[in-house]
């Protein structure tokens, strides 16, 4: 089973820059992909960002389309984000997820379409 473990998540300003990455072991399958999802006290669980790791295709939330970029190192199974211009609105706790086979790896916002999840790693945006 796939296990996935966040770091970079802590305490920045507001206009300031943070990348988190993922690392994901027991990987078996040359079809892979991961994404990122965040969640704030008392709401849903949001979509971030999710990358093919075959393709490298991003793919993007639209609160994020235009700051956020994800990357991936295939040769760590490994998943970046970078976060710039962050926002007092992007705190939040950063979950990694991801899709493992030809039949389960495709680019979506709903959370259901991912079958691991990591513990998730806090950002928190000061104002």
């Known amino acids: 089973q796939v296990q996935l473990v966040e770091s970079g998540g802590r305490l920045v300003q507001a206009g300031g820059s943070l990348t988190l990455s993922c690392t994901a072991s027991?990987?078996?399958?040359?079809?892979?992909?991961m994404g990122w999802f965040r969640q704030a006290p008392g709401k849903e669980r949001d979509f971030v960002a999710h990358i093919n790791f075959g393709t490298g295709t991003p793919y993007y939330g639209d609160s994020v389309r235009d700051r956020f970029t994800i990357s991936r190192d295939n040769s760590k199974n490994t998943v970046h984000l970078q976060m710039n211009s962050l926002k007092p609105e992007d705190s939040a706790l950063y979950h990694c997820a991801a899709q493992e086979g030809w039949d389960k790896v495709r680019a979506s916002a709903a959370t259901s379409a991912y079958a691991y999840w990591g513990q998730g790693t806090q950002v928190t945006v000061s104002s």
């Open positions: 027991n990987r078996t399958s040359t079809e892979f992909a």
